[in-house]
């Protein structure tokens, strides 16, 4: 992101940059934050970093004596960029080939120490909140989860706070009523997975069929781009056959990495040495409730980084 000085934001006070303006000291003390704020709203990292270049671009021409909450300024901003895109790819996602799956990030372990964070940027959580509006989507996770004033929020959704008040209740309610009534702790969630991985690696398919619930949902994201299932899949025996016949087909190429996704216990794919997929569960009773691989390319750029998101 270009300064205006022929500096970019990420790179402008570095040692022999020369010293770095207020403006980019700003924008880069919370620049993991309103990248958090976009991608929880968008679900989708390349986006996320095109409403941060958008922010940018407007707070340079912002007059800081003006400004006094910076934090509370960007976010605003940050909102606003995001909200727009955020109906764009509303349309975007109306002719995407086969189940949307939000871009997985490979997280830093510090997201899965926050439970409130690590639980709402998980796959599950942000597949839920693809089913509220886009201001409705824009208030929960700005009052939900960092924890906004009605007012702020208000600024930034361009409604009144009684409205946001309003907005923020249906949402909660929505939220509520699909989201699972049990916390499920990470030993849970790693208990379930390797159990996952030991059967996957072995083909074991009983063992397989043991660690999924009877409903369970198998959702795979190919973007028409790589090979993957068109329609959900629901039912333990026929998700179980499904990754047991295709984890077959590769089995002499592929390995499994065991890794944070989201904030919570997730798996690598690579087929001799390059990403084929990333998998993500929802958890329930011991249960895997939720299964989702995510193996369109344009989505796994970032699963070899760490990304770090903060609140």
Same mark, same amino acid.
């Given at each position: ?17 020369? *010293? ?16 958090? %704020? ?17 922010? $940018?671009?407007? $707070? ?7 400004? !006094?909450?910076? !934090?509370?300024?960007? %976010? !605003? ?22 189940? $949307? ?114 409903? %369970? ?7 028409? %781009? ?68 995510? *193996? ?16």
């Amino acid at each position: 992101m270009d300064d205006g000085g022929g500096r970019t934001a990420s790179t402008a006070g570095r040692p022999g940059g020369g *010293r770095t303006d207020p403006a980019t000291e700003a924008f880069m003390a919370h620049r993991n934050l309103l990248f958090t %704020v976009a991608y929880e709203m968008l679900g989708s990292a390349a986006d996320a970093e095109d409403v941060l270049q958008e922010t $940018w671009l407007r $707070w340079t021409g912002v007059d800081l004596d003006t400004v !006094r909450d910076p !934090r509370a300024y960007l %976010v !605003r901003i940050t909102t606003r960029q995001a909200l727009d895109r955020l109906r764009t790819l509303g349309r975007r996602k109306e002719s995407y080939v086969g189940p $949307w799956l939000p871009e997985p990030l490979l997280t830093t372990p510090d997201v899965a120490e926050d439970v409130e964070l690590a639980d709402s940027v998980s796959m599950a959580m942000m597949l839920l909140l693809e089913t509220l509006a886009p201001t409705e989507r824009a208030v929960f996770v700005l009052r939900e989860v960092f924890d906004l004033a009605y007012g702020e929020i208000a600024e930034a959704v361009g409604k009144s706070p009684a409205a946001v008040r309003q907005i923020a209740h249906r949402a909660r309610a929505h939220v509520a009523a699909r989201r699972p009534r049990d916390i499920v702790s990470p030993d849970e969630t790693r208990a379930a997975i390797r159990a996952f991985q030991r059967a996957t690696e072995t083909g074991d398919l009983q063992g397989l069929l043991d660690v999924l619930a009877p409903d %369970v949902v198998l959702l795979t994201d190919g973007g028409g %781009v790589a090979h993957a299932m068109r329609q959900p899949i629901v039912g333990a025996g026929k998700v179980a056959n499904l990754l047991n016949s295709g984890l077959r087909t590769f089995a002499a190429g592929m390995t499994v990495e065991a890794v944070q996704v989201n904030g919570h216990p997730g798996l690598v794919m690579r087929l001799n040495g390059t990403v084929h997929g990333v998998v993500a569960m929802r958890v329930e009773n011991d249960l895997i409730t939720g299964l989702y691989i995510v *193996r369109n390319p344009e989505k796994l750029s970032r699963i070899e980084q760490e990304t770090t998101l903060t609140r």
